[in-house]
């Protein structure tokens, strides 16, 4: 007897008819196309043998079924996006959905490199500077005033500049007499510390830390020789002056002698 070749499932004979393998069994085309066949998304009708099965995310299209949602031109071997469960061409997608660039007002196309900046979007050609129309691309610039300006071309017009370098200030100034100086360029006149955020005084309409102003221009305690600054950690001494010689009120002055003080008491001859 002739060995029997059957469909796994119908158990019809296979002998002279197209077949298919699956997991080592045979079946005939039409069990296995409604066992196992895939249903279209377009049509809902199974995708046979004979036809080409194109996928996607787990859904499955006959080749002529596999077209944009909107304009229903072919989407095989192209380039294609997808919105809420639709396939859409590159065109209809970008008419859609893509965003508009801020400069130009076209389509921004998917793919293609875009720079966003406080929800607007420009395409990178399009992202430049208002002054040299130079692209910015991923340097760093500063609006103002609705415009963008990489940072050479907004220090040329809008920074201040220092009165002692004369180089833009873009950040952290100080201001000193109205004038605009750089923190690092805010010093003492005589020993050339920084200022900034520092007690200082001034003379001649230049600046001095405290420690400098005292050593050069203090008068000096008869008492305790120490400069007479006017600024004391506890509270600001007065200046007690007798024939050319000065004291701070802290120090008791030499000619009594029981050690009273005598500053703001009366000068009897």
């Not at 029997?4 to 045979?26: A, M, N, Q, V």
């Not at 209809?92 to 400069?103: G, P, T």
Request: charged share 25%; glycine share 6%; proline share 5%.
């Amino acid at each position: 007897m002739t060995e029997r070749f059957d469909c796994h499932h119908c158990e019809g004979s296979l002998f002279g008819k197209k077949y298919i393998l699956r997991e080592e069994s045979p079946y005939c085309v039409a069990c296995f196309e409604a066992l196992y066949a895939s249903t279209c998304e377009e049509c809902g009708k199974p995708i046979g043998c004979d036809c080409k099965d194109l996928s996607y995310k787990d859904r499955h299209w006959h080749e002529a079924c596999f077209h944009c949602s909107r304009c229903k031109s072919s989407l095989v071997d192209k380039p294609f996006a997808a919105k809420e469960d639709q396939l859409l061409c590159t065109d209809c997608y970008s008419h859609e959905y893509s965003s508009k660039c801020q400069e130009c007002r076209k389509t921004i196309m998917p793919g293609t490199r875009k720079m966003e900046y406080k929800g607007s979007s420009w395409h990178e050609t399009c992202f430049i500077c208002h002054r040299c129309q130079q692209p910015i691309g991923t340097k760093s610039f500063i609006p103002k005033d609705g415009q963008n300006f990489c940072v050479p071309c907004y220090e040329k017009q809008y920074a201040l500049q220092c009165v002692q370098c004369k180089k833009p200030i873009t950040t952290g100034g100080v201001t000193y007499r109205e004038q605009p100086w750089h923190r690092e360029c805010f010093v003492c006149t005589a020993c050339k510390k920084p200022l900034s955020g520092q007690c200082f005084t001034s003379r001649d309409e230049f600046a001095y830390c405290l420690n400098c102003f005292c050593d050069l221009y203090a008068k000096k305690c008869a008492g305790c020789t120490n400069p007479i600054s006017g600024l004391g950690k506890v509270r600001a001494p007065n200046l007690a002056g007798w024939q050319t010689r000065h004291w701070t009120e802290l120090v008791n002055m030499p000619e009594v002698q029981c050690g009273e003080q005598l500053a703001g008491q009366t000068e009897v001859l």
